[in-house]
């Protein structure tokens, strides 16, 4: 007897259902393997100074369209105490240096920063651990402070409890943030390169970026202290770390 038509090719619906699962995988992990090599390649055509260059570009570009009218440092100096009371007394006493790892760090400005967002302080703030040259650790912070009835300066030096501080008005974003993430190299091999990678973060509001508009300030103008003017930013501005 003849047969006419296609040949039965599964045996029944399910083992069909199945043939089709697999080669459905095989298509996708060919298709993974595919962009995979594709942005590999393009990746190998750039130096490593080169993706870090776009890397910090794409967060100044990204963090820029938002408002910001302080900079704060935060040094970690965790015989800060000791230190001022050897200075006010005349006995000199022998302070033993104790220092902390990146994440103690990260930990700490989470709980500051959410202290300042839970009194209402600041709606928004970028976040980024360096490394100084005598590797302890530092903090930068561009916010967004809220309340300007009260001295953000003193404020924000009060309540930093592992060390000293310092805050600018922004006088100019962009380059503060070209600043602060100066030394973030996600190319590098490095583990002090990558954890400040890792750990710089946000928080806040960032959903409603500052709209342009012509013959219009397009950021909230800083806010200065009497008798104070403005700072104009440059190595010389920041003290050594």
């Known amino acids: 007897m003849n047969k006419r038509g296609r040949p039965i090719k599964y ?60 900079f704060f440092t935060g040094t970690i100096d965790l015989n800060y105490v000791e230190k001022q009371k050897n200075n006010e007394s005349n006995d000199q006493v022998v302070i033993i240096e104790r220092r902390i790892g990146i994440n103690s760090v990260k930990n700490y400005t ?33 916010m967004n402070f809220t309340e300007v009835s009260i001295e953000p300066e003193n404020y ?24 602060v993430c100066k030394e973030l190299r996600p190319s590098s091999n490095l583990n002090r390169d990558l954890n400040k990678v890792d750990n710089w973060f946000f ?14 300030p397009t950021s909230r103008p800083p806010v200065y202290h009497k008798n104070k003017s403005p700072r104009k930013y440059s190595k010389q501005t920041f003290p050594r770390l």
């Open 11 to 70: 045996e029944n619906e399910e083992t069909r259902i199945e043939e089709r699962r697999r080669q459905n995988r095989e298509s996708q992990r060919r298709y993974r393997l595919f962009h995979k090599i594709n942005n590999y390649e393009e990746f190998v055509k750039i130096s490593p100074f080169e993706y870090d260059k776009r890397y910090i570009k794409g967060i100044v570009d990204h963090f820029k369209r938002f408002d910001y009218n302080f």
């Open 110 to 142: 989470t709980k500051y920063v959410q202290y300042l967002f839970d009194k209402k302080q600041i709606d928004r703030c970028f976040c980024v651990i360096e490394e100084g040259k005598n590797k302890n650790y530092h903090v930068h912070i561009l």
């Open 156 to 179: 924000l030096k009060n309540h930093w409890l592992i060390g000293t501080s310092w805050t600018l008005p922004v006088d100019d974003k962009i380059k503060l943030f070209n600043y």
């Open 203 to 216: 928080r806040g509001d960032f959903t409603k970026p500052v709209i342009v508009r012509t013959n219009k």
